[in-house]
C-alpha cells in the first residue's frame, strides 16, 4: 500500500470521528439524562459546546495549522478529541460531560480542516478531486450515521460507549500519523489570523446560544436574556465591520456577492436546522412515548 494511501485513510478516521460527534450523542440523550441524572436543558450543553466550539475555532486553528505545521497540529487535535472523549466516556456528572466534550470540540477544530489540506497535499494533483469526493463522502456518511451508531452502541454497551469507542481509533490513527506524516514545516511565510474575528464570532454564538437555550427557563423578557440577546446583535455587527476591513479575515465578505454561495448557505442552514431540531427533540419524544 502507497504511503500516501495510508495518509488518507489516518485522515478519513479524523474527519470520520469529528463529523460523528456532532450527532452520535442525540438519540442517547435519554439514557445520558436518566444516568446523570439531570434535566434536558442543562445536558443540551453538551450538544452545544461541541457545535459552537467546533464553528467557530476551525478556521483560526486551520490558519494556525499553517503556521506551526499541519502535521503537528493534526497530532495535538487528535489528541485533544481523544482526551475529551474519555473525560466524557467517563464522566460523572453534566459538568465534566460538558468539559469533555468541550475539550473535543477544540481537537475536532484543529483535525477537520487540517485533515483536507493534509490529504490533498499527499498526493498528485491529478487525483486531488479523488481526495476531496472521498473526503467528502466520509464526511456525510459519519454525520448521518451517527444516530444509527449512537442508538446501537448505547443499546448494547450504554451511552458512555458512544464517547469511549472513539478512544481505540484515535490511538490508531495517532500511530499511523507518526509513521507515515511528514514532518516538514511548511515553507509559504507568515500566515496572519483573524484573532478578533474570532473572538467575536464566539461571543456571537456563545450569547445567542445561551438566549435559545435559557430563555424559556430565565423569562424571554429577562433583563439577562435581553442583555445576551443585545450582546449577540452587537458583536455580529462588530464581526461583519471587522471583516470588511482586516487584511485577512476569517470570513471574506465578498463570497456573499455570489447567488450560488447564498442560495447554498441558505438551503444548507434550512436543511441543517430542521434536521438537527427535529433529531434532538425525536429521542427525547420517543423515549417519553414509550412509558
Not at 116 to 141: F, K
Not at 209 to 216: C, F, Q, R
Not at 285 to 290: D, G, K, T, V
Request: with cysteine; aromatic share 8%.
Amino acid at each position: 500500500m502507497k504511503k500516501s494511501t495510508k495518509v488518507i485513510a489516518m485522515m478519513m478516521i479524523g474527519i470520520f470521528l469529528c463529523m460523528l460527534d456532532t450527532t452520535v450523542m442525540n438519540i442517547a440523550l435519554p439514557a445520558i439524562q436518566t444516568g446523570l441524572n439531570t434535566d434536558l436543558t442543562h445536558l443540551s450543553w453538551a450538544l452545544n459546546i461541541y457545535t459552537v466550539l467546533f464553528a467557530s475555532l476551525a478556521i483560526p486553528l486551520g490558519r494556525l495549522a499553517d503556521v506551526w505545521g499541519r502535521g503537528r497540529m493534526y497530532l495535538i487535535g487528535l489528541g485533544l478529541f481523544g482526551i475529551g472523549s474519555l473525560t466524557s466516556g467517563l464522566s460523572l456528572s453534566v459538568g465534566l460531560l460538558i468539559t469533555g466534550r468541550a475539550i473535543q470540540s477544540i481537537g475536532a477544530a484543529i483535525v477537520f480542516p487540517a485533515s483536507m489540506t493534509i490529504g490533498i497535499q499527499s498526493v498528485a494533483l491529478s487525483r486531488h478531486t479523488g481526495v476531496i469526493a472521498s473526503l467528502g463522502v466520509m464526511q456525510g456518511l459519519a454525520a448521518a450515521l451517527g444516530p444509527t451508531i449512537g442508538g446501537a452502541v448505547t443499546q448494547f454497551w450504554g451511552w458512555r460507549g458512544i464517547f469511549l469507542i472513539n478512544v481505540p481509533l484515535v490511538a490508531v490513527a495517532l500511530c499511523g500519523c507518526i509513521a507515515w506524516l511528514s514532518w516538514r514545516h511548511p515553507s509559504h511565510g507568515q500566515v496572519k489570523l483573524d484573532l478578533g474575528g474570532s473572538a467575536l464570532v464566539m461571543t456571537t454564538l456563545l450569547a445567542l446560544t445561551l438566549v435559545l437555550v435559557k430563555g424559556n427557563d430565565w423569562g424571554w423578557t429577562s433583563r439577562v436574556v435581553l442583555s445576551l440577546g443585545v450582546t449577540s446583535a452587537l458583536t455580529l455587527i462588530a464581526f461583519v465591520w471587522m471583516e470588511a476591513h482586516v487584511s485577512a479575515p476569517m470570513v471574506p465578505l465578498a463570497l456573499f456577492k455570489d447567488r450560488q454561495f447564498k442560495r447554498c448557505g441558505v438551503s444548507d442552514r434550512v436543511i441543517r436546522g430542521l434536521y438537527g431540531g427535529t433529531i434532538s427533540l425525536d429521542a427525547e419524544f420517543l423515549h417519553e412515548s414509550s412509558k
